[in-house]
Nanobody
Framework: QVQLVESGGGLVQAGDSLRLSCTVS????????VGWFRQTPGKEREFLAA????????IYADSVKGRFTISRDNAKTTMYLQMNSLKAEDTAVYYC???????????????WGPGTQVTVSS
């Protein structure tokens, strides 16, 4: 069982930066992967980025490559998503999720956090 809790969301203006945190607890494994997703009403959940917990492997969606950066602090069991140059269309509920398996696949996540709202005003 793995528990995840997101934090750091809020209301910002277009062009601002925001860092989301995902605190991970419970049983993690050497092949654990934590990913970030977002969702807006009426749309499917969108994969953003993922990182291997025990190594330096990362992957990004083309839509956020160059603006968003995923990183981790193993000592704090926290995964971060640094978001720069935010746009109004980045407004969404942001989720982190955990899986064991293949980094490059955006599917297969079993455990999810409750989400944190990010609102970007234009």
């Amino acid at each position: 069982q793995v528990q995840l809790v997101e934090s750091g969301g809020g209301l910002v203006q277009a062009g601002d930066s925001l860092r989301l945190s995902c605190t991970v607890s419970g049983r993690t494994f050497s092949n654990s992967i934590v990913g970030w997703f977002r969702q807006t009403p009426g749309k499917e959940r969108e994969f953003l980025a993922a990182s291997e917990w025990a190594s330096s492997g990362t992957i990004y969606a083309d839509s956020v490559k160059g603006r968003f950066t995923i990183s981790r602090d193993n000592a704090k069991t926290t995964m971060y998503l640094q978001m720069n140059s935010l746009k109004a269309e980045d407004t969404a509920v942001y989720y982190c999720a955990h899986k064991q398996g293949v980094l490059r696949l955006a599917s297969g996540y079993s455990y999810w956090g409750p989400g944190t709202q990010v609102t970007v005003s234009s």
